[in-house]
C-alpha cells in the first residue's frame, strides 16, 4: 500500500505535468471569465459517493451518504492534524479529502475549531472505536447541509463572509443549524488562490 504522503505526491506531479500546447500561431484564446473561475484541484480522493465541494461563491443545500471517520477533539488544527496523520499512517488508512473541522457555532458566531476528522474513502474500511484516549473512530449518518464553497485564503474575512451567506440562507429558508463545519480540500502544497474549502451549516 502506497504510503498517504506518497498518494499526495503522485497525485501533485500528474495535476502540475506540463500538457501540449496548441500549434505554432493558432494559440488557444481563454475568456477572461472562463480563466478566473475556481476549478477544484483534487490531490485525494473524495469519500465514497460524496459530492464535490462547489459550486463556488453561492449558498446551496447538500446531501452526504453516511460516512466513516477518525475524529480528534481540539482547538488547534495543528495538533489535530498531526495526531490524525499519525493514527492514519499506523493503521495504513489512505489519504482522503476533505479534512473536516467542526467549529462552534454558538450566537457569538465564533468559528473556532472544536474537533477536527480525516475521513475514510469507505464505512468498508478500517474499523470504529477508539485508538488511545484523543482519537475515536465513528461512523456518520446521513446528512444534509448548506454549503458556501470558496477558492482562495482561508481567513477571518474569508470565514466571515461565508457565515453571514449562510444566515442568510438559513433566515430565508426558515431553517436552524445543527452545528456547522469546515471542509478543507487542498494541502499546502497548493498555492493558497488555487485552495479549496466550504463553509457548512448541517441542518440534519
Request: glycine share 6%; aromatic share 8%; net charge positive.
Amino acid at each position: 500500500m502506497k504510503h498517504p504522503l506518497g498518494i499526495i505526491t503522485c497525485t501533485l506531479t500528474s495535476l502540475f505535468a506540463a500538457e501540449p500546447g496548441p500549434p505554432p500561431g493558432n494559440a488557444a484564446k481563454t475568456p477572461p471569465d472562463a480563466a478566473a473561475a475556481p476549478r477544484y484541484l483534487s490531490e485525494s480522493p473524495l469519500p465514497k459517493g460524496w459530492p464535490e465541494p462547489g459550486p463556488f461563491n453561492q449558498v446551496v443545500r447538500k446531501k452526504y451518504p453516511a460516512y466513516r471517520g477518525a475524529f480528534t477533539p481540539d482547538a488547534s488544527p495543528n495538533f489535530g492534524f498531526w495526531r490524525l496523520f499519525n493514527h492514519i499512517k499506523k493503521h495504513e488508512i489512505p489519504m482522503s479529502a476533505p479534512v473536516e473541522m467542526k467549529l462552534d457555532g454558538a450566537a457569538t458566531r465564533s468559528l473556532k475549531m472544536e474537533e477536527m476528522a480525516f475521513l475514510y474513502q469507505s464505512p468498508e474500511v478500517g474499523e470504529t472505536g477508539g485508538d488511545g484516549t484523543r482519537v475515536e473512530v465513528r461512523d456518520v449518518p446521513v446528512q444534509e447541509a448548506l454549503s458556501y464553497a470558496w477558492q482562495g485564503a482561508r481567513d477571518d474575512a474569508a470565514l466571515a463572509a461565508a457565515r453571514t451567506a449562510l444566515d442568510a440562507a438559513l433566515a430565508k429558508q426558515n431553517l436552524k443549524a445543527a452545528s456547522y463545519r469546515l471542509l478543507g480540500y487542498n494541502s499546502p502544497f497548493i498555492p493558497k488562490t488555487k485552495q479549496t474549502h466550504e463553509l457548512q451549516a448541517v441542518i440534519r
